[in-house]
């Protein structure tokens, strides 16, 4: 069974935010939300990590609801170059140090 | 800035021959991976290593086996290729996980590898 559940694909006009939502209803306690993205013939590049509370960085906000079973990742001001392959994964505490990516949302940015 | 680099970007081998990624991380980090990207399944992971000689099987090891003799190489071993590993092949390294501060994974740039 996945883990996460993203929409295949998105689109979003340049300068506007861009909004990916994840769900991960079966996330546990201990199990923190990652984003990566991926873009075209590159390898992925880790953009945002969170547990409950929502975060910041230069790159993107992560909103994660209350009760950790859907997540959203904003890109406040989305540029052509973010048009990627944008993945939603759930790190398995106690399960070594795996990471396991799924479908992942493929994000257009028009201009 | 960490530095991931896998050996080749692009390989063409024949079924049957032996196959050889390797990977090369300049960062000191404990934790290497190996995934396999295809068309609609995502990044699968094949094996990770989280110290030198140490290794643990991921979603997909059938088919593949891996080496970690150095700190800073992670080598993924084709012993007898086939067509349904056509694929292209990422490495990852990773500080320790266990460090909730931190925990996101560095990739190489790919190797793209066709078995005829």
């Known amino acids: 069974d996945a883990k996460t559940t993203q929409p295949t694909s998105m689109d979003c006009a340049e300068g506007r935010a861009a909004n990916l939502p994840c769900n991960h209803s079966t996330i546990s306690g201990n199990e923190y939300v990652y984003w990566y993205r991926q873009i075209h013939s590159q390898g992925p590049q880790y953009i945002i990590h969170g547990l409950k509370n929502n975060e910041t960085n230069e790159m993107a906000s992560l909103i994660i609801t209350e009760d950790r079973k859907s997540s959203t990742l904003i890109l406040p001001h989305a540029t052509l170059r973010d048009t990627a392959v944008y993945y939603c994964?759930?790190?398995?505490?106690?399960?070594?140090?795996?990471?396991?990516f799924g479908g992942g949302t493929r994000l257009m940015v028009k201009p | 800035d960490v530095k991931v680099t896998q050996s080749s970007r692009y390989l063409v081998k024949r079924t049957g021959e032996k196959v050889f990624l390797e990977c090369v991380q300049d960062m000191d980090h404990e934790n290497m991976f190996w995934y396999r990207q295809d068309p609609g399944l995502g990044l699968r992971l094949i094996y990770f290593?989280?110290?030198?000689?140490?290794?643990e099987k991921g979603d997909i090891p059938e088919g593949y086996s891996v080496s970690r003799e150095k700190k800073e190489r992670f080598s993924l071993i084709l012993e007898s290729a086939s067509t349904n590993q056509t694929s292209m092949y990422l490495c990852?390294?990773?500080?320790?996980?266990?460090?909730?501060?931190?925990?996101?994974?560095?990739f190489g740039e790919g190797s793209r590898l066709t078995v005829l």
């Open positions: 990852a390294s990773s500080p320790d996980l266990q460090r909730v501060s931190t925990g996101e994974l560095f």
């Open positions: 290593s989280y110290d030198v000689k140490m290794k």
């Open positions: 994964i759930v790190r398995e505490y106690n399960a070594g140090n795996m990471l396991t």
